[in-house]
């Protein structure tokens, strides 16, 4: 079992940059995949991006691609997400998830995840 808690949400304005961080209660990501989703009222779940903690492959949505990185921490038990340049389209929960064994074109799969986290508000206004 992992249990994850995301940090980092909040309420900007349009143009400024958050970064979220999951992190894993008792034990490593050491061999998990750490993706990221979010959801915005009345949408589906989306996929914002991932890491594959071996080898440090990462995946990214369309829809935040070129402004977010996702990276791990110093501590192996935590991953980023860098959010950039936000807007008020990406105000959303952001939930953060974490699956083991998820090959590299499965990483954007929010099925391919087992363990999620309770999810952190983003709310971007103009």
């Known amino acids: 079992q992992v249990q994850l808690v995301e940090s980092g949400g909040g309420a900007v304005q349009t143009g400024d940059s958050l970064r979220l961080s999951c992190a894993a209660s008792?034990?490593?990501?050491?061999?998990?995949?750490v993706g990221w989703f979010r959801q915005a009222p009345g949408k589906e779940r989306e996929f914002v991006a991932a890491?594959?903690?071996?080898?440090?492959?990462?995946a990214y949505g369309d829809s935040m691609k070129g402004r977010c990185t996702v990276s791990r921490d110093n501590a192996e038990n935590m991953v980023n997400l860098q959010m950039n340049n936000l807007k008020p389209e990406d105000t959303a929960i952001y939930y953060c998830?974490?699956?083991?064994?998820?090959?590299?074109?499965?990483?954007?799969?929010?099925?391919?995840?087992?363990?999620w986290g309770q999810g952190t508000q983003v709310t971007v206004s103009s």
């Open positions: 998830a974490a699956g083991a064994r998820i090959i590299i074109s499965s990483m954007s799969m929010a099925r391919a995840y087992d363990y």
């Open positions: 890491f594959r903690w071996n080898g440090g492959a990462t």
């Open positions: 008792g034990r490593t990501f050491r061999g998990y995949t």
